[in-house]
């Protein structure tokens, strides 16, 4: 399903060395931990792709200041502003971390509706790290339970290690030791992150994507091939 | 260029008084409308399909024949007819036979529905919304221009030997319009046939139909019906005007703060910012409709939504009066600044001109089986003239 024009478009501006994480924080305080969570992913996202040779910055979307924006794209249907600009963030990204804290046993409503909004196919095969926060360490499967499922849904590729930080992990970051050292888990999923992402460029993805509306007004697809599936039955994924 | 309005024939409680028109008003209040336009001097009404509550718009066909008895000039068209749950064989007959009784005053727009039951209503799979409209549209089109048809497809059961009547008037099939809002495809499907692309142009931000629009004039230009600027556009639009720009902002704003569609959402500012919406006084609309061009080009076809919301029927008629006003200018300035060559929407008379001239297409029946006899008279001499084709 994977068409030269559509890789090109995939990997971002085509020649551009540097490779994009977008972190995502739903956190909702200031100081947030899932933001500082996120943060910490971010720069341990950035460092290990330095270490396979290549280039990367980070991005971060805030989803706080884009709450009413995202509660009026449930309405109207259609992004407005900096939500508009945050979701061509996520299109454009590389890969991407995800971090939430937990709420009523699972990811937050401002969360969710993030990628409720987004268009079926931007994150198809795009390497994600899942990651929460919590006052206790006994939501720590929300991960599991909850994360993973939604972004297998929307056909994103999760990295193995997800990052749960409890309020005490905190206080144990700085620690260089120990098996539970969050600082630990944060690199190792920053790792695994950038195995998918500093790869080679021109690999195609391993899983089959789905044409947002804006790849196909960059290329459409033609008639012949709208008839052909008219009358061959439905599309292969 | 045409002007015109379309409804999609909504029954929503007025949010000022609390009164929600019942059926019947709401039936009738559509006719009063659409005479309305003919008299203000609109071009165009179209209405819209829908098969559930809260919405009086199925059977499209019985209300633009009713409206076409008591009109005499304004084209009646669809938006949209829902051409992935209708049997095309159906629609074929149905706009036909409309064709004849108006006289060709009829075009229609296909669209894909608002609802996701409608496609089990009508026995359809909504995962396969596209390739009905594909499909279906595929066969509607062989109906109008072939006296018999063989076919066999993967949505409806096969024809063989299958003649769709009346046949078009003239022997013209109506012309076709295609409306999406979101679905790219649909722009292709429209160039591919060198139909007509409207975009809804109400919901979502201009700058979505400028892409739309601008896929649909390359793609026609592609399959080689003429220039990007030759391809035949209709936009969508809304609007509320009062004489004093203040007095469209304090009157409009309940009805859209509880509209059905977008209401309880964005402010009536940011959405008149983010969308085509323009609420002010004639001159306001006039400047915002004559803008719409600086993002889609030169374009055919302007409908305006203004039966909606819930607004009573006295308003909606003030609205026209106040088109009406307004549209000398809008057209003569529209007029002024067209590029030339660009072409004016097909009408019945214009394709009937382009096909070389009316012609009877009535297909008589042969003789049947049984009697080796048809029911036309071959002794007849007016029958012998159109046998010969004198007729």
């Given at each position: 399903m994977i068409t030269p024009a559509e890789s090109s478009l995939r990997s971002?501006?085509?020649?551009?060395?540097g490779r994009k994480i977008v972190v995502i924080s739903a956190g909702l305080s200031v100081p947030s931990s899932t933001r500082l969570l996120a943060d910490m992913l971010g720069e341990a996202a950035v460092d290990a792709i330095h270490e396979r040779g290549q280039e990367a910055e980070v991005e971060v979307v805030e989803l706080r200041p884009l709450a009413h924006a995202l509660a009026d794209h449930l309405l109207t249907g259609f992004p407005t502003g900096e939500l508009k600009a945050a979701i061509e963030k996520v299109r454009r990204a590389d890969g991407v971390v995800a971090v939430t804290p937990v709420f009523s046993a699972s990811y937050s409503g401002l969360f969710k509706t993030f990628f409720d909004v987004l268009e079926l196919g931007v994150l198809d095969g795009k390497p994600v790290v899942v990651a929460a926060t919590a006052g206790t360490a006994r939501h720590s499967l929300v991960l599991e339970h909850a994360l993973r499922p939604l972004f297998s849904y929307l056909h994103a590729v999760v990295v193995p290690t997800g990052v749960f930080a409890a309020s005490e992990d905190f206080g144990a970051a700085g620690g260089e030791q120990g098996t539970g050292d969050l600082a630990k888990r944060v690199n190792r999923a920053a790792n695994e992150l950038a195995a998918l992402v500093a790869g080679p460029g021109d690999v195609p993805r391993p899983v089959a994507h789905r044409k947002t509306v804006d790849e196909e007004f960059a290329s459409p697809t033609s008639f012949e091939d709208l008839l052909k599936a008219a009358s061959d039955g439905p599309p292969e994924y | 260029m045409q002007f015109g309005i379309f409804t999609v024939g909504d029954v929503t409680t007025d949010p000022t008084t609390g009164k929600t028109p019942t059926e019947h008003e709401r039936i009738k209040a559509t006719v009063a409308i659409a005479k309305k336009a003919e008299d203000i001097g609109l071009d165009v009404f179209a209405t819209g399909e829908h098969h559930n509550p809260p919405f009086i718009a199925s059977n499209p066909t019985a209300t633009l024949a009713y409206i076409g008895a008591q009109t005499e000039r304004i084209i009646l068209s669809t938006a949209t007819t829902l051409i992935t749950t209708t049997d095309p064989v159906l629609i074929a007959e149905d706009y036909a036979k409309i064709q004849h009784l108006t006289d060709g005053r009829v075009d229609l727009m296909m669209g894909r529905g608002n609802t996701g039951p409608v496609y089990p209503w009508f026995g359809k799979d909504i995962r396969q919304g596209i390739n009905l409209a594909i499909e279906n549209y595929a066969l509607l089109r062989r109906l109008w221009t072939e006296d018999v048809v063989d076919w066999n497809g993967r949505f409806r059961t096969p024809l063989q030997g299958y003649t769709s009547t009346p046949r078009p008037l003239d022997g013209v099939a109506p012309f076709v319009w295609h409306g999406s809002i979101r679905s790219p495809e649909i722009a292709e499907q429209a160039a591919y046939y060198g139909d007509g692309f409207f975009h809804n142009h109400i919901f979502w931000p201009s700058s979505h139909t400028e892409a739309m629009v601008r896929l649909y004039r390359q793609r026609f230009e592609h399959y080689g019906h003429g220039t990007a600027d030759q391809a035949i556009v209709g936009l969508g639009g809304q609007f509320f005007m009062r004489k004093n720009s203040q007095d469209a902002w304090n009157e409009f704003r309940p009805y859209f703060d509880n509209a059905p569609v977008y209401g309880h959402g964005p402010s009536l500012e940011d959405f008149t910012e983010a969308t085509p919406l323009t609420v002010g006084s004639p001159q306001q609309v006039l400047e915002r409709t004559l803008s719409f061009r600086d993002y889609v080009g030169d374009y055919q076809r302007q409908l305006f939504l203004l039966d909606h919301a819930g607004l009573p029927l006295k308003t909606v008629l003030e609205q026209l009066d106040l088109l009406g006003e307004i549209l000398p200018t809008m057209r003569a300035e529209f007029d002024r600044v067209r590029k030339p060559g660009v072409p004016d929407a097909p009408t019945h008379a214009s394709l009937v001109e382009k096909a070389g001239g009316a012609k009877d297409s009535t297909v008589y029946a042969a003789g049947d089986a049984a009697t080796g006899t048809t029911d036309r008279d071959l002794d007849d001499p007016e029958v012998a003239k159109v046998l010969e084709g004198e007729l």
């Open positions: 971002g501006a085509a020649g551009d060395a | -």
